[in-house]
């Protein structure tokens, strides 16, 4: 098990507490990897005791597993006496006050709260000497997404946090991370020489990281209609896909190493000037519609969105990485919500062969070979390679070698948070955002922000489309396409 310590959640009788935090912690709990005296001690703005957050989650479903889920039932069991609750606000002394009338110790502060309390809170435990790691005990700060707004906001953000705190007390999570076929596309580099030799630009075309998904922005009008799809998905999710996929091999495993290495891509994304942003980036918006049985209003007449937003629910880019491995490399990015299908995906093409050599084929193009690692759902990875077809004469075929988790493990049962509380806990910030590649990351999508902030609307497109038309033209005119969506 982890070290002891006490988890004070911030938020938590909040929608992650409930749906993401609590079945991590009992998933923890049944594979015995959370300490016998450690305990959660949740802070929310709701009135009521220990008794009212435990029942109010075993309401939302924790408990609930179905007779053939003992194990976790029995879990919940055990986890549900050491849940303890205060009520407070999180920007008043008072709260600080009892937590530390009561703390001793190591402790974990989650920070599961709309942005806009993080900077407050943290310098509220700092002030109350919470932070303090004092006599060998750890006091360690996570913060949730959204880190920041654009890239001033991100840097004033770090630097009000570290003014009171130390970089290696902070665990800025990106609940992308915590994903195994995300970590695995490390393994995948780094434990396998035959492919480590090819990623590089002799090799790969081109770079296709996709995350589509079908859920419309619904009930979240409010915090959506400030964000829109590019800060909600882009310099976080999107581009831990891409530095994992376009790092340098790191000096080692070590936090700092991997994090040396990922921070150094994430810089090296080409910065564009106002004009070239808006030439290598699509917008979209989607309207009124259906997705298979399901009716979804436009995105403009969600509730709590204005009716002239022009917040995009899609965006697609075309991005640079200036680095001798990667140049000439084109990197296109989408996501989108009301999409066709769930699918988060990275494509590597490589570049066709030189000369197709076959009877009757010469010259002829030949389908490149491609890697697609397959994020969610359907977890794994498959390779697209050409063989002979069986029979008199050549004939050249495609066959995938097709890799699917389901096949070779379980980790059905898992939500990602898992790895990443336990990683909190142990000390290990392998996982997590540091403060640099955070605003390295904002950096690179600032261009556009800026470039949308001028003028102009979204495109629009339907509901269960693939986005609007735009997006295939930007690859199109590369001679491209947008591998298919699952
Ligand atoms: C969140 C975004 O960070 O990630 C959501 O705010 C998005 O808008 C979600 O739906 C996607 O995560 P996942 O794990 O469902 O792919």
Redesign the pocket.
Known sequence: PAPPATLVIFGATGDLTRRLLVPALINMEREGLINPSSTVLGIGKDAGDDEMLRTSLETFGAGHFGEGDAQRIEAWKSLRPKLRYRAGDFTADQIYTEIAAELTGNAVFYLAVPPRFFGDIVEKLADHGLTTEADGAFRRIAIE?PFGHDAASAKALNARILARVAETQVYRID??LGKETVQNIMTLRFANMMIEKLWNSDSIDHIQIT?A?T?DVGTRGSFYDGTGALR??VPN?LFQLLSMVAMEPPISFDAEAVRDEKAKVLRAIRIYEPEEAAENSVRGAYTAGTIGDRTIPAYTETSDVKPDSTTETYVALKLMIDTWRWAGVPFYLRTGKALTVRD?EVIVTFKPVPFAQFPRLKNAHLPPNRIVIQI?PDEGISLDMLIKRPGIGVAVEPAVMDFRYAGLFDIGRLNGYETLIYDILTGDQTLFQRADAVEAGWRAVQPFLDRWAEGGAPEPYAPGSLGPDMAADLLARDGLAWHDLV
């Open positions: 997404k609940h992308f995350a998904e859920v909600d998905m999710h988060t969610q």
